[in-house]
């Protein structure tokens, strides 16, 4: 029976784990606390899965990191966990440790009352088997800066100002982001650790972060990086965050004013941002779409009646739900909404009454479902959900309806 507890003083375990998981090609750095200790590389809880639980037992199976965070989902605040660093050494691989890793993470994030987990796949195909599903999409757009000259052109930059921002003044960009983070579910509810050893703090080089100020207020600000070589600069945009669209204009305007400096701008941007629709040569910009993170419910019946839901809404339906991970999340769920808010229990530990249920799906297709990925009309066209006639269809989507949602921060 295999083991798994936090890794209290195996930092260079973790270390070394993590570096021949994600930077192979860089061979093992020796483990240098004064170098690697850094406040950001700090943050999260280390766990490991060991073979047995002596405490002699110090040679870790498997390892990842949990970050303890909250998200917006569905216009309120939750709770969620992060999970990261997830590595294993070859001479450890395809024995079953990564799945007990799992499985062990989401028992902790059910007893610390977590709703979601979300994380950054090295496969899709590996988490999908386990439940996790795509959050969202990341929309890249890559161009010559004078594709903004039109914004520039707009001169809405002229009533305002441009200035760096440090990370001591993370506070003076909050309000606009927590504007930002009411329109998109998974949008993070940054603390002051996650602004100044996050936001304002990379892996390898710290971003530049610019503030546009209009009225004395921040109505704007981006996150960037210069890449490349002299002579094929790149200047890569992580994060664009606008209080209106005179506030969009004015940071592409400022993308725009590095063209004498870098031959290109990378951005990326919720898909709904409306970017191509603004530019006046969208032929120009070379724009690709790509899956973000991924996202998983922990405890069916818990989150599914933490959400808030449409006040004048009122349903009862059964929902047949497969989790092969999280045993609490496999069995027949009884859902009753009234004055926006629901209870749900399960009702049976297995699925033998499928026949009873008004609408079939496994967890990862139920997690789209919450969050508002997907609405239950598009998992049904996909046969990701299956009902017997439309009702359940309908209900389900008038409950969840689609909403937009927007995870880009790396972890």
């Not at 590389?41 to 990191?65: F, H, K, M, N, T």
């Not at 970017?275 to 599914?304: C, H, K, W, Y």
Request: hydrophobic letters at 40%; a negative charge; proline letters at 6%.
């Amino acid at each position: 029976m295999v083991d798994y507890r936090p890794l209290s003083d195996q930092r260079a375990v973790f270390h070394e784990f993590r570096s021949y998981a994600f930077r192979p090609d860089s061979g093992v750095p020796p483990y240098e606390p004064d170098e690697h200790d850094t406040p950001r590389a700090l943050r999260g809880a280390r766990r490991g899965i060991y073979e047995s639980a002596d405490a002699a037992d110090d040679d870790p199976r498997s390892v990842c990191r949990h970050y303890w965070l909250e998200a917006t989902v569905r216009g309120e605040t939750h709770p969620i966990a992060g999970l990261a660093s997830v590595a294993t050494p070859p001479e450890f691989r395809r024995q079953g440790y990564v799945r007990e890793l799992l499985a062990n993470s989401l028992a902790e994030y059910r007893e610390q009352d977590r709703r979601f987990s979300v994380l950054w796949p090295f496969s899709y195909g590996f988490y999908h088997k386990y439940g996790w599903e795509t959050s969202n999409r990341i929309v890249t757009h890559e161009f010559d800066p004078e594709v903004c000259s039109f914004a520039t052109a707009a001169d809405a930059a002229s009533v305002g100002s441009f200035r760096p921002v440090e990370a001591d003044e993370f506070g003076e960009l909050v309000p606009v982001y927590e504007r930002h983070a009411e329109r998109y579910a998974l949008a993070i509810d940054r603390d002051e650790d996650w602004w100044r050893h996050r936001t304002f703090a990379g892996h390898d080089i710290d971003p530049y972060v610019y503030a546009f100020e209009r009225d004395g207020r921040v109505a704007g600000y981006l996150v960037y990086t210069i890449d490349g070589d002299r002579g094929d600069w790149t200047m890569a945009v992580s994060e664009l965050v606008a209080a209106d669209h005179e506030a969009f204009l004015a940071l592409l305007s400022f993308c725009h004013t590095h063209d004498s400096q870098v031959e290109r701008v990378r951005l990326r941007l919720p898909a709904d941002a409306p970017f191509r629709e603004a530019v006046r040569a969208p032929d120009e910009v070379e724009t690709t779409v790509t899956n973000g993170p991924m996202v998983r419910i922990v405890d069916v019946a818990e989150t599914l009646s933490a959400l808030s839901y449409p006040s004048t809404a009122e349903a009862a339906l059964t929902l047949s739900v497969t989790d092969s991970l999280a045993d609490w999340n496999d069995g027949l769920f009884e859902l009753t909404v009234a004055d926006g808010r629901a209870r749900c229990e399960r009702v049976s530990e297995t699925r033998d009454n499928d026949a009873t249920a008004d609408a079939t799906l496994d967890i990862a297709a139920l997690s789209e479902l919450a969050v508002g990925t997907r609405s239950a009309t598009e998992l049904e066209r996909t046969n990701r959900l299956e009902a017997a006639d439309r009702e359940p269809v309908s209900t389900l989507a008038e409950l969840v309806p689609k909403t937009p949602v927007y995870l880009g921060e790396f972890f």
